[in-house]
T-cell receptor, first 115, second 116 residues
Framework: DAMVIQNPRYQVTQFGKPVTLSCSQT?????MYWYQQKSSQAPKLLFH???????NEADTPDNFQSRRPNTSFCFLDIRSPGLGDAAMYLC??????????????FGPGTRLTVL | AQTVTQSQPEMSVQEAETVTLSCTYD???????LFWYKQPPGRQMILVIR??????QNATENRFSVNFQKAAKSFSLKISDSQLGDAAMYFC?????????????FGQGTILTVHP
């Protein structure tokens, strides 16, 4: 089945130790998104890629970066995680639909713990 | 800026009964899309139903239906014949039209408990 896959599902890192989260998709969608969801809160968009074009939200901290080496994969890099970065990180994808908006399809998320 | 408000942090329903989750939004756009997503505990977020603002007819998907009141900027979700598997966090979400992709703005979510 076509899907959005995130690895790992659970990640523990130490304060200040760089960490990379992975997302892959078999949907062949043009657009990939990274959302941050803190406990019992709504997801918040960090950035997205349209093909290789990167779009950063204005309030996304510089500590967060992303790479998309090809259509299928997208990575979230946190350069120096702080305690406040502990959250669920959700990857989503969508197609580009002329004159409309496609539904965004979400992966299962990676829960990041910062010690 | 667009905002989405879910005024019910928690709701509960008896199995087989009907429950309605509320959502209001604020936008100055005329072209937009609304969604209800379901996020079961520890599991991924999945689409329940979507509504295009230009469509007057309310969307339905099996036991799930919406009451879309464009003038009132209200978008409620009705779940009929509730099942134990409906227990989850439900998010209402908005996305502007005009571009072919973009940022989903979510409400704060409503935790739905289904009692057997």
């Amino acid at each position: 089945d076509a899907m959005v896959i995130q690895n790992p599902r659970y990640q523990v890192t130490q304060f200040g130790k760089p960490v990379t989260l992975s997302c892959s998709q078999t949907l062949n969608h043009n657009v990939m998104y990274w959302y941050q969801q803190k406990s019992s809160q709504a997801p918040k968009l960090l950035f997205h890629y349209y093909d290789k074009d990167f779009n950063n939200e204005a309030d996304t901290p510089d500590n967060f970066q992303s790479r998309r080496p090809n259509t299928s994969f997208c990575f979230l890099d946190i350069r120096s995680p702080g305690l406040g970065d502990a959250a669920m990180y959700l990857c989503a994808t969508s197609r580009v639909v002329a004159g409309g908006q496609d539904t965004q399809y979400f992966g299962p998320g990676t829960r990041l713990t910062v010690l | 800026a667009q905002t989405v408000t879910q005024s019910q942090p928690e709701m509960s329903v008896q199995e087989a009964e009907t429950v309605t989750l509320s959502c209001t939004y604020d936008t100055s756009e005329s072209d937009y899309y609304l969604f209800w997503y379901k996020q079961p505990p520890g599991r991924q977020m999945i689409l329940v139903i979507r509504q295009e603002a230009y469509k007057q007819q309310n969307a339905t998907e099996n036991r799930f239906s919406v009451n879309f009141q464009k003038a009132a900027k209200s978008f409620s979700l009705k779940i009929s014949d509730s099942q134990l598997g409906d227990a989850a966090m439900y998010f209402c979400a908005y996305i502007a039209g005009g571009t072919s992709y973009g940022k989903l703005t979510f409400g704060q979510g409503t935790i739905l408990t289904v009692h057997p």
